[in-house]
């Protein structure tokens, strides 16, 4: 049989920097063919500001109000990595009461992330009404930091050993009302989007990543784990005091859009699952119920104890950031995020080097929407879950 | 046959005694009913863009629009004031006349089809013997427009979603005209007043949708698709091509695109309650009640009543649609458009030729029930 | 012919299962219309802020001893410090002090550092203003106290989460004069009463 051999002229289409489906200023260069991608070129460095550059001209207290601005929906990772490179070099004990706030910041923080992370996710792929289900979630969590920080996004929390402030009066309670509510909620979720046919149909085998390519592409984060590599910093690191909590790593094999998906929600029900326990082992117990028992106990007392502490030493403005050179990373909600810091013995660190996971992760979109249909762009863009603001700094 | 209020023969009546010839009264009462279908048409489509707002905020937990007016129903209005007095800007490299083509087209075209769509008896513009058909093809000549529009605004997204609108609009196009196709073989006439009729006899049982469940699914999807709503708005896919083939449109151009797309949308609504929800009848047969409480159909004032429960009826059976399908809009997500094309050709297309192949056996093997 | 009977069997089942799914989550969707809308409706309600909330930040002229810890600890070296050794009493004399808030972005790093307490966060949130030079709060601007969203009679203050009784999700429905979350010291002493008892 003839067939007819239609070939038109490839187009090139100009996704972003301003685009309503763009996250963030990242700009694709897309190359068409009727309807399919032939070739799409990233473009980056919209929002570039030069933060390892801004790094080396302040001292750690004067560095720490940037670094929210890295990866703006999980900000509590950027506070944490950038006060645990310094803590390390430097050797700076943290007492258990303060790790124990943190893990319980660094989760939330983790579940705003993924949960901003689903409601735009699913808006790319056109579904609009579970952006506003996570935002009412999302409030909360940020209700939550407010209390505790004094700001709803940039923190400036972490501190070089411990956190600046204990938690508020009633804190704890509120936290935990948090978690019960926030489980049915993901249930709710799921019987929106889980099984709609549609977005099974637009999701399921889409974008699909090897093992071996994950590794070999340094994704880290959901993207590898839901390439079947079970690699979850908490668990290898065993940094702060996550291997107390009783917690699984959340994986899955068939590394395509739903598993990253699948990978994420589940993260979610677990890090609420590690918010209760940590709240219930949380040393002192709340803060009501510490005062209560320092004043009760009299000054000389345990509860006075460096474990029961927020902070071990309130670091001075002129904190010198020792001479050496170590890499320190976390498991932020979107992947590895890293810092190589270079200390001189100055206030200064002589470099900064940071390692974003979205920038890593993003490099692998090329070549997962050659061959794609237009949209499958948005869902595979949406899946890799990228911050402008870290991936270009 | 009992055909209910006929304003047309009491106004040229009335007319008539005023010493005019009966040509002349008809000639008066020409632009009446085309004038209010069209005002009419409008005011309930801007009824459909406060009713989305309004449903998707109560779905999404929202307020939504509330100090316009009670409850903000004077949103609509201000959206048409503000379209109205907005500047009109024709992209430098557009092509002008094809740019301003564009809407004029999809909009007459829409709200040409209002031209056979019954709200009673009598109350329809024209009863055009060849009714549903014409609805079909007039609906048709919107993709050019949108093609139009697309193609002459000399902008990539707007060329990529005028033609996925062509495309779409073609495929789906056919499986409803099959869909209809099956109610008419059923009430063996195309004319939309005969369609009803034909479900007037045993009240809600008698409805073509217990008759044609098959062909009532495919036609709400096609009607979804035609309307171009989610989870079928690949035209205007935001997250892919902005706002598809009106990315370049504002003011009172855009105000066409917006106004006939949920136009479109309360014709679609309309089309449902005529061909498959029984049109203007109640739920149960009104003759009866009248038979029961000795009324004579002829009363002037039980002729009022009828004739606007039957408009209620009506606009409630569209409205019931187009809620389902505001819901249904914020509930899914966008299908992409191979799998579009794909539900149109592989399923829709099948399935309703099947079932345009059992009504005809059924029409044969019991013609008591399928309108032989 | 079984084997498409079969097929068309299955391609049946499939839709059934997808009209299924797609009636659920609009069950989803249709049981929040119900829910009571979570929005705060901004000029005419407006959530408190919480005690640690980092507004605008209050300055205190006369304990200001000018050691410019503040300028020190900024990120950018915002505030201005004006200052004159006064020979006389041996100490440092406070001319001018102002911060941009234009330019400032509310970290609270020279709130937490100013040995004197000088300076202090307020719950001001709101300082649009048509000129960006209408920010630069010189030391009398910055010694202003806010107004207080509790007593503004335009204004139905709602609480944020973290300040709602346990159990409470939704402000709209919580009584002001409801106890926030967390226990009263003498409760906590009765309970912490037995636990010790039970300790030993």
Known sequence: MVM??????????????????????????VTLDGENVVDCEPVLGYLHRGMEKIAENRTIIQYLPYVTRWDYLATMFTEAITVNAPERLANVSVPRRASY??????????????????????????????????????????????????????????????????????????????????TPKIDEYERLISNNPIFRKRIEGLGTIGQDEAINWGLSGPMLRASGVKWDLRKIDHYELYDELDWEVQWDTSGDCLARYFVRVREM???????????????????????????????????????????????????????????????????????????????????????????????????LVRGMKLADIMAILGSVDIIMGEVDR | MYTGIDLQQALIDVLMGFGLTQGVAKVLW??????????????????????????????QQRIGPEYMGPFGVLVPLADVGKLIIKQDIIPAKADPILFTLGPVIVFISVFLCYLVIPFGQNLLISDVGTGIFLVIAISSIAPIGLLMSGYSSNNKYALLGGLRAAAQSISYEIPLALAALAIVLMSNGLSTVSIVNQQADYGILSWNVWRQPIGFVIFLISALAECERLPFDLPEAEEELVAGY?????????????????????????????????????????????????ISKNTP????????????????????????????????PRVRIDQLLDLGWKFLLPIGLVNLLLTAAFKIALPNYFGG | MLKFLNKVGDYAKEAIQSAKFIGQGMGVTFDHMRRRPITVQYPYEKLIPSERFRGRIHFEYDKCISCEVCVRVCPINLPVVDWEFNAEIKKKELKSYSIDFGVCIFCGNCVEYCPTNALAMTEEYDLSTYDRHELNFDSVALGRMPTKVTEDPFVTPLREFAYLPKGAIEPHAVSHTERRAGKRPEEILEESGNIGNNAE
């Open chain 2, 30 to 59: 020409m632009p009446l009913p085309m004038l209010l279908v069209f005002l009419v048409a409008s005011v309930l489509a801007l009824v459909c863009t406060w009713l989305e707002r309004k449903v998707s905020a109560a779905a």
């Open chain 1, 269 to 367: 029900r677990e890090s609420a699952k590690m918010i209760l326990q940590a709240l219930k082992a949380l040393p002192g117990g709340s803060y009501e119920n510490l005062e209560a028992q320092r004043v009760l106990a009299g000054p000389k007392s345990e509860w006075n104890g460096p474990d029961y502490q927020f902070i071990s030493k309130k670091p001075s403005p002129t904190f010198k950031v020792p001479a050496g050179e170590h890499y320190v990373r976390v498991e932020a909600p979107k992947g590895e995020l890293g810092v190589y810091l270079i200390g001189e013995d100055s206030v200064f660190p002589w470099r900064f080097k940071i390692r974003p996971p979205g920038f890593v992760n993003l490099q692998i979109l090329p070549q």
């Open chain 2, 246 to 294: 009106q990315t370049e449109y504002t003011g009172v151009k855009f105000m066409l695109f917006y106004g006939s797309s949920y136009a479109n949308l309360l014709l679609a609504g309309l089309l449902v309650a005529v061909l498959y929800l029984g049109g203007w009848e109640l739920p149960f047969p009104i003759d009866r009640i009248s038979d029961w409480f000795g």
């Open chain 1, 4 to 29: 007819i051999e239609t070939k038109a002229e490839r187009m090139v289409i100009n996704l972003g920097p301003h685009h309503p489906s763009m996250h963030g200023v990242l700009r694709l260069i």
């Open chain 2, 301 to 332: 004032w039980w002729q009022i009543i009828t004739a606007s429960l039957g408009i209620t009826m009506t606009l409630l059976k569209a409205y019931l649609f187009i809620f389902t399908a505001i819901l249904l809009r914020w509930t899914v």
């Open chain 1, 101 to 182: 706030i943190r893990m319980i910041m660094l989760e939330l923080s983790r579940i705003a992330s993924h949960l901003l992370w689903l409601g735009t996710f699913v808006a790319d792929i056109g579904a609009q009404t579970p952006f506003f289900y996570v935002f009412r979630e999302r409030e909360i969590i940020y209700d939550l930091f407010e209390a505790a920080t004094g700001m709803r996004m940039m923190h400036n929390y972490f501190r070089i050993g411990g956190v600046a402030a204990d938690l508020p009066y009633g804190w704890v309670d509120k936290c935990e009302d948090f978690c019960n509510y926030l």
